[in-house]
T-cell receptor, first 114, second 115 residues
Framework: AQSVTQPDIHITVSEGASLELRCNYS??????LFWYVQSPGQGLQLLLK??????LVQGIKGFEAEFKRSQSSFNLRKPSVHWSDAAEYFC????????????FGTGTRLKVLA | DGGITQSPKYLFRKEGQNVTLSCEQN?????MYWYRQDPGQGLRLIYY???????QKGDIAEGYSVSREKKESFPLTVTSAQKNPTAFYLC??????????????FGEGSRLTVL
């Protein structure tokens, strides 16, 4: 079955520290991968996406993610976290089966310490 | 500015009442979606529509209904049959770039509370 796993429910980092949010997926075909960010009470905003090509993708707000097919992972990274990065982050897989469905992970809530 | 508008942002309902959440987009997107978000459960698909006058059930469609009479609009009705309707509801759209390959654009959400 298709699934997306974000193993960390909560992560706390100090401002200026590096960040890595984990995402593992289970999908039989070529995945279309996304990371979204959500501030409390708001909608989701796309950070970055991977469709094909270079496995290291750059996104907005200084985020990047690396697709590793052998590990079925698409981890999100940022070299130096800012207090404004505190939010919830969702990893998602887009299916190419013709059903226009997206599968979301359960999210990782990031807290940033001043 | 192009985007997705959801209304109302907050809605209170008494048990046994139907309520309708509005979703309008001016992005000229073919596909539209409704998701339900509960704490710790991520986003769960309620209904989606690929073209006007056509829609499909998602993973948790029971107790919900939708219509797609115009390309721009995809309203969601939460019926009295929905046993636990208190949640945050998100509407999204994507361009016709192939199944699941285009990014989703989200509205700001509607929070429904049943009293």
């Amino acid at each position: 079955a298709q699934s997306v796993t974000q193993p960390d429910i909560h992560i706390t980092v100090s401002e200026g520290a590096s960040l890595e949010l984990r995402c593992n997926y289970s999908y039989g075909a070529t995945p279309y991968l996304f990371w979204y960010v959500q501030s409390p009470g708001q909608g989701l905003q796309l950070l970055l996406k991977y469709f094909s090509g270079d496995t290291l993708v750059q996104g907005i707000k200084g985020f990047e993610a690396e697709f590793k097919r052998s590990q079925s992972s698409f981890n999100l990274r940022k070299p130096s976290v800012h207090w404004s990065d505190a939010a919830e982050y969702f990893c998602a897989v887009g299916t190419s089966s013709g059903t226009y469905k997206y599968i979301f992970g359960t999210g990782t809530r990031l807290k940033v310490l001043a | 500015d192009g985007g997705i508008t959801q209304s109302p942002k907050y809605l209170f309902r008494k048990e046994g009442q139907n309520v309708t959440l509005s979703c309008e987009q001016n992005l000229n997107h073919d596909a539209m979606y409704w998701y339900r978000q509960d704490p710790g459960q991520g986003l769960r698909l309620i209904y989606y529509s690929q073209i006007v006058n056509d829609f499909q059930k998602g993973d948790i469609a029971e107790g919900y209904s939708v219509s797609r009479e115009k390309k721009e609009s995809f309203p969601l009705t939460v019926t009295s049959a929905q046993k636990n309707p208190t949640a945050f509801y998100l509407c999204a759209s994507s361009g016709r770039q192939g199944a699941g390959t285009g990014e989703l654009f989200f509205g700001e959400g509607s929070r429904l509370t049943v009293l």
